[in-house]
T-cell receptor, first 114, second 109 residues
Framework: EPEVTQTPSHQVTQMGQEVILRCVPI?????FYWYRQILGQKVEFLVS????????KSEIFDDQFSVERPDGSNFTLKIRSTKLEDSAMYFC????????????FGPGTRLLVL | AQRVTQPEKLLSVFKGAPVELKCNYSYSGSPELFWYVQYSRQRLQLLLRHISRESIKGFTADLNKGETSFHLKKPFAQEEDSAMYYC???????????FGKGTKLTVNP
């Protein structure tokens, strides 16, 4: 069964550094998402992406964040200048048709900002 | 604002006992409710969604719009049901899922 994959599984970085988190969505899916979960807190929506543009974003998703689909398979989340409070588990998800369709999640990337 | 509340952070039952994980939501429109499960060191995976009205792994959940609830139930818990369970809300006109904080279910032998 096809799955969403994410790399790396863990990332440690220094405050102020840029990080890029990578995701490969399920191949025939058209909608892509990023969520994050700070330790002990809820899974929170960051952004959704469709047809090569952001379709929705949360207030968390400020100018420090950007997303890109650089080729036909990868979907990336870039954090331009990391802060301590960016430390979290970042989940990528994809869905076939968006809207209320089921979102399928990747295993997550644990980001630690020192 | 849309909100999902899972009042129990931890729930512990014995094998064979009934289990109910509570979920309440706050949303003025027509909701789409999901239960996701996360087994130890695994990804979030869909357990069931209200629109499909299925029973998966013996679990069921009924949407009660009057009580704004979507509680997850299983009549006889198994040890392999031990996991983190998240209730999530989808809304019309939005791509995002709103998650509850999750309930950690432990089924003891």
């Amino acid at each position: 069964e096809p799955e969403v994959t994410q790399t790396p599984s863990h990332q440690v970085t220094q405050m102020g550094q840029e990080v890029i988190l990578r995701c490969v969505p399920i191949s025939n899916h058209l909608y892509f998402y990023w969520y994050r979960q700070i330790l002990g807190q809820k899974v929170e929506f960051l952004v959704s992406f469709y047809n090569n543009e952001i379709s929705e974003k949360s207030e968390i998703f400020d100018d420090q964040f950007s997303v890109e689909r650089p080729d036909g398979s990868n979907f990336t989340l870039k954090i331009r200048s990391t802060k301590l409070e960016d430390s979290a588990m970042y989940f990528c998800a994809s869905s076939a048709n968006g809207g209320r369709e089921t979102q399928y999640f990747g295993p997550g990337t644990r980001l630690l900002v020192l | 604002a849309q909100r999902v509340t899972q009042p129990e952070k931890l729930l512990s039952v014995f094998k064979g006992a009934p289990v109910e994980l509570k979920c309440n939501y706050s949303y003025s429109g027509s909701p789409e409710l999901f239960w996701y499960v996360q087994y130890s060191r695994q990804r979030l995976q869909l357990l069931l969604r209200h629109i499909s009205r299925e029973s998966i792994k013996g679990f069921t959940a009924d949407l009660n719009k009057g009580e704004t609830s979507f509680h997850l139930k299983k009549p006889f818990a198994q040890e392999e049901d031990s996991a983190m369970y998240y209730c999530a809300l989808g809304q019309g006109g939005s791509e995002k899922l709103v998650f509850g904080k999750g309930t950690k279910l432990t089924v003891n032998p």
